[in-house]
């Protein structure tokens, strides 16, 4: 392959993890789905990391799979492979949320499908303003395979993400935000540079702090209110006694910036 199909980058205490197949909209192949893997694998094992961009080169953020190489398995009816192109991207998306480091999205233009999913899987999501939201799958006879059928319900609404999928209808930034999809709409020209910087804000806190806030909210989120509220009671218990809280009360009654310690 002549040109790398993920990028990384380091900015300060914020890895970078950009698609780079501008040229086919950043559909995502089994490369991609490995390349986006391996970019944050490489981040979390970097004491020096402390938050992920992902996002996309070109105008459009992601269209979802690459149907060319699902259509080439499909004609030589190669299930082994199939299977392993749905798990591959059920990774992808689950590793986003499991990593203790925050993960922040950033979209512009179309994030469909597959796209869609990947972008699900991110903790928090920043949009352009021309950004489009849509999942295309019942368009072509297909169902979700990376998550979408499950996350998108946990985060929109249940009839939301039935219309959305059913349909194949597509949403505007706005909507998207007003549905709770979309934590900030931004404009075009600032995608990259506002959520490089909420990255950065993120980064200042306790990795400590924040990977446990994020690992509690997914841990709770399908238990029983009792049974969760008792998870975050004995994690809030054990937080009390780390370095990193021992600092920020020191810094607040020093009246100073906290300095929390390296992942």
Known sequence: MSEKVV????????????INRADKFNCLSMDVHQGLQDALKTYEENPAIRAILLCSEGKHFCTGADLDEVQVTIAANDKNTL??????GHRTCTSFEQTSLPVVGAVQGFCLAGGLEISLGCDLL???DDAVFGDQHANY???????????LPRII???RALDLMMSGRRLKAQEAHEWGMVNYVVSANELRAKALE????????????LGMMKDLAYSGADLPLE???KLEENEAVKG????????GLAAFSERREPVFKSR
Do not use: N
């Open 7 to 18: 990028l990384s980058k380091v900015d300060g205490s914020v890895g970078l993890i950009i």
């Open 83 to 88: 299977r392993d192109f749905v798990e591959l």
């Open 126 to 128: 920043f949009a352009a």
């Open 141 to 151: 006879g297909l169902i979700p395979g990376w998550g979408g059928s499950q996350r």
């Open 157 to 159: 609404g249940f009839r």
């Open 198 to 209: 909420y990255c950065q804000l993120l980064a200042s806190k306790s990795a400590d702090g």
């Open 227 to 229: 049974s969760a509220l």
């Open 240 to 247: 009390l006694v780390s370095d990193d809280v021992k600092e």
